[in-house]
């Protein structure tokens, strides 16, 4: 599996799409976008902190993990910190595999193990 995580302070600006290998058929591209409500009141926008070595090693040892009940060929993943405004990414995830399924259980499963897991705090600020 070919992994890239990294943490920006700016807006999430994703790779362009190039496919790891001839075998994948599937690109599952996740988007966590900021909303403009949480919990009924209305936010300007959240800000992100992480404790960034500890987050990227659990990160890793997740995805590696899901990948030998997943099967999939590359994994990259972004986290913005900071101030992230309502209407932009705070997570961008793009997961590849030979198949769908694979990728987007892959994609759906990584998503709940890293809020969970994953040492990310978010304060919203409201507007």
Known sequence: ?????????????????????????????FYGLVRELEHGHPLAGLHYEAYEPMALKQITRIFTLLAEAHPVAGVTWIHRLGWVP???????????????AEALNFCAL???????????????QTA
């Open 1 to 29: 599996m070919t992994l890239h995580t990294f943490f920006t302070r700016s807006p999430i600006v994703p790779p362009p799409f190039e496919a790891v290998s001839k075998e994948i058929g599937a690109d599952v591209e």
């Open 110 to 124: 990584a998503i709940d193990a890293m809020k969970r897991d994953v040492p990310i705090w978010k304060t919203a």
């Open 86 to 100: 309502v209407g932009e990414a705070s997570l961008f995830l793009r997961v590849q595999s030979a198949h769908r």
